[in-house]
């Protein structure tokens, strides 16, 4: 068989190869998947693949049509340069996901201590324009004081004819945040997180508002940016762009 540098059916391989061997990595999947049953399975656990489903099974028939033997000598077909290009394009972000610390992640975090007057936290929402602060005692996070959680909270003592002012005054916000209902809301992950990984984690869980960035993604440590529903779309293009 005659040769040539570096084309379509090789790039093409070595794209699917670089594909299969990452989700066997990532996820640990047997050798004995099969590549088309890897990919579903992968659905529920990556946004990448979630989102190239289709094209990704169809590319898995495509090299099973390019080449039936293990060794790439045995090309017998070439796809076309835009099914290689798109190709290489998905292996990169499966292999390589950007990460949001250099991209999209807001570092300008600010945060509330458990014991501040539910008044003051309501201004500082107002003048930061964060409608999500995180809430820190004895240097450990124990919760997110959020705008309209808080909103609501107000209300019901609106409705239970309270003293309004003096509940903002003498209430501290860790008291406010007790009473939000179970729903995970919010998350701590490690500052290495990567956009196809928060993407997921909004995926995931539709209740969710915000991710807070630690070194390691513990509770204890200094938050060090911020993820919120505002910045989906912008990990979206981001990831059209990489």
């Known amino acids: 068989m005659i040769k040539t540098d570096e084309d379509n059916a090789r790039r093409f391989i070595r794209a699917y190869n670089t594909i299969d061997h990452e ?3 990532q996820y640990n999947f047997r050798r ?8 579903r399975k992968s659905v ?6 979630r989102k190239y489903e289709d094209k990704l099974i169809d590319y898995g028939r495509l090299r099973n049509a390019i080449i039936h033997r293990a060794n790439d000598e045995y090309i017998i077909a070439e796809p076309h340069e835009s099914v290689v290009l798109e190709m290489e394009y998905i292996a990169g972000l499966i292999s390589a996901p950007p990460k949001v610390w250099n991209t999209v992640c807001k570092k300008d975090v600010v945060t509330v201590e458990s014991d501040m007057p539910l008044k003051k936290v ?4 107002y003048t930061s324009s964060f409608s999500n602060l ?3 005692k004895n240097e450990g996070l124990i919760g997110v004081a959020n705008g309209q959680k808080i909103l609501n909270i107000i209300g019901e003592q609106i409705v239970g004819k309270v003293d309004i002012n003096q509940f903002l005054e003498q209430t501290k916000i860790e008291d ?7 729903v995970k809301y919010y998350e701590v992950v490690p500052m290495g997180i990567t956009i196809e990984k928060a993407l997921d984690l909004f995926y995931d869980n539709r209740k ?3 991710l807070i960035l ?29």
């Open 23 to 25: 989700l066997r990595v």
């Open 32 to 39: 004995s998947m099969s590549f088309s049953e890897m990919i």
């Open 44 to 49: 529920v656990m990556n946004y990448v693949v």
């Open 122 to 125: 309501i201004e500082v929402i």
């Open 134 to 136: 995180p809430v820190y």
């Open 176 to 182: 406010v945040i007790r009473k939000f209902n179970d």
């Open 208 to 210: 969710l508002l915000i």
């Open 214 to 242: 630690t070194k390691t993604g513990s509770m204890q440590e200094v938050p060090l940016g911020i993820l919120t529903t505002g910045d989906i779309m912008d990990m979206n293009a981001l990831l059209e762009k990489f």
